[in-house]
């Protein structure tokens, strides 16, 4: 094989186009190793068709191109040999691997919601009535999660021990329709409130309440179809809703890093009826 190979005869044998070729010379991913200064023309290498091939197979993964250049400029022969290249494509098999659980498990939740006879079971119960140490705010939009875990810290140092009951919360429903409203993140606890907790945490009494309560098993990624499984429960059984909802992790990422042993409970709670007249 020539020393020397045009872009079309590179196109060929690597099966690239010349197009994606000199997109590749564009963004530095690939450089010939000669252009003619006069005709423009690119020169490629023999050597560069397994590079060639390589830019290709992680541009179809959809390695950022910044990643990619690192990677590039790692495996060259004046690249740094400090592990940055393992590192880049170590990093990027982690994200396609967490898109690849996120896609199946879209797909075994649309596959539910595609089975008629698939029903999530919900029950009417009475919650007890229960004395917690809580923390309650007001989240904004656009909040994330940093307020949950603020929140939990304060009560854990508030415990001191690990609570043996799981923790909770109780939510306005607004907080999931408009992205921002009052949440209250709280922890079982018998024991009196030491002087020197944290100055967000107060004592809480959860009076008994009547909930539609269901029991959500693993990621929290289709928690929407346990929510509608309890909304539908209400709606079809006339219920009065108190616009707030509490749930329950007996089981979540504070205890073990296998989601699929997460269960989170689901407590729609219930208004009171109304007086007859």
Known sequence: MAQRMTIGEFSRVTHLSIRMLRRYHEQDLLVPTEVDPD??????????????????????????????????????ADGPDDGTAQQVVAAHLRRLEDRLGRTQRAVEALRELLDPEAERAVALEELPAQRVLAVSLDVPEGAGLDWYDRAMRDLDAAVGERSVLPPGGRYEHSLFTEGHGRATVYLPSEAALAADVPGTVRELHLPRRT????THQGQHDDL?????????????????????????YPVGPRDTDQPERWRTVVAWLIAPPHPAA
Not at 44 to 70: C, E, G, K, M, N
Not at 211 to 214: E, I
Not at 228 to 247: I, K, P, T, Y
């Open 39 to 76: 005709t423009g023309y690119r020169y490629y290498s023999p050597t560069q068709i397994r590079p060639a091939l390589t830019v290709r197979r992680f541009r179809d993964l959809d390695l950022p191109l910044a990643d990619l250049r690192r990677f590039l400029a790692a495996g060259s």
């Open 224 to 248: 929407d179809l346990t929510y509608g499984a309890v909304g539908s429960f209400v709606a079809r059984n006339d219920l009065r809703s108190q616009d707030l909802v509490e749930e329950v």
């Open 211 to 214: 909930a539609a309560v269901a």
